[in-house]
């Protein structure tokens, strides 16, 4: 039986619930990303109060600090980290392949490369990876696959698509923690031909969902929207679908608004780290001269812990102090907007108004003035 059930849809828009052995996940679901077992600077009880239902770890940087086994001695990744809800961990494949330059070697059987902490020499094969994800104890563990660039040559994608397909028929069946879920993740790019056939090999396996990888790599956003418009009907219809690397409110309405589950992005916190907030006024800098003054909070119907207590002006205060409360606030509310976003989303599909929904939100975050740096 399927830990996932839909609950409602609205054109291509889909509400769900996926169960996992710490939890239910409502969908969709944005998943803030917990690289090293934790949102950075934010207490994990911080995170729930947020609206978070599920956080995503990072198998790649876990296996080399503290390790799978240090994780495990602990009692696994949720009392390591002292978060009691789902966690998905993802295969460090996207790690492995951004960091190109430290690859040694590829072939059918795994990947060898250079540690990016050491210089060391290590190797991911698709048992191995299983068996790091089983001994962290995540709810949702993701397979190795071969992520390529935009602009990668075709024969570059059709080897991506053939070594993916082949780990997972390796992964898939490998051991796993007790009550564990297992994604796979399709490969192609945006070429038509070779997502579909990454699709069909793929969804062809007894995977628990399925995620869109090798997009959000660097293509456009008319070309990448254009293939999940086509390629997410084309998985299957009662398992979870996951888009890979994606925060920002547009795009959160516009892979949802194309039957996308589930997605996650370090772009809420990392722009809180720069100083800057996401609002329904637009993307502001904290950093600019102009708010100096301005005792109005970040969002005026934000409900957050920075927007329920402090101005503008003492927030910008602590940014251009580098005081580390600063990053905190604004990380809290950056999460609040998206998580915020996506539930409202949920609900609309709930009510079979999203088209509406989404149509609105898009025009207000359209009508919002750019930024100056």
Known sequence: ???????????????????????????????????????????PDE??????????????HLHFRPGEDVVEAMGGLHAFSGWEGPILTDSGGFQVFSLRDTILSLDDDGVTFRSVYDGSEARFTPEGVAEIQRRLGSDVAMCLDVCVPAGASRTDLERAVAISSRWARRQVGAPRAAGQLRFGISQGGTDGELRRRSLEEIAALP???HALGGLAVGESRDEMLACVEWAAPLLPGDLPRYFMGI???????????RGIDMFD?????????????????????????RFARDPLPLDENCGCPACARFSRAYLRHLVTQDEILGPRLLSLHNLW???????RARAA???????AFRR??????????????
């Open 265 to 289: 992005c370090v772009l809420p916190t990392r722009t809180a780290r720069t100083g800057s907030a996401l609002t329904w006024g637009g993307r502001l800098n904290l950093r600019n001269a």
């Open 349 to 355: 599909i709930e009510r079979g108004t999203f088209s």
């Open 360 to 373: 609105d939100a898009l025009a207000r975050l359209a009508d919002a003035p750019e930024e100056e740096l």
């Open 247 to 257: 925060g920002d409110p547009v795009g959160i309405l516009e892979v949802v608004a």
């Open 1 to 43: 039986m399927s830990a996932f059930r839909l609950t409602a849809t609205d054109g291509a828009a889909r509400a769900g619930v996926l169960e996992t052995p710490h939890g239910s996940i409502p969908t969709p679901a944005f998943m803030p990303v917990g690289t090293k077992a934790t949102v950075k600077s934010l207490h």
């Open 337 to 343: 907007f998206v998580l915020d976003l996506t539930a």
């Open 47 to 60: 995170v729930r109060a947020l609206g978070a239902s599920v956080i995503l770890g990072n198998a790649y």
């Open 207 to 209: 995977f628990d969902g």
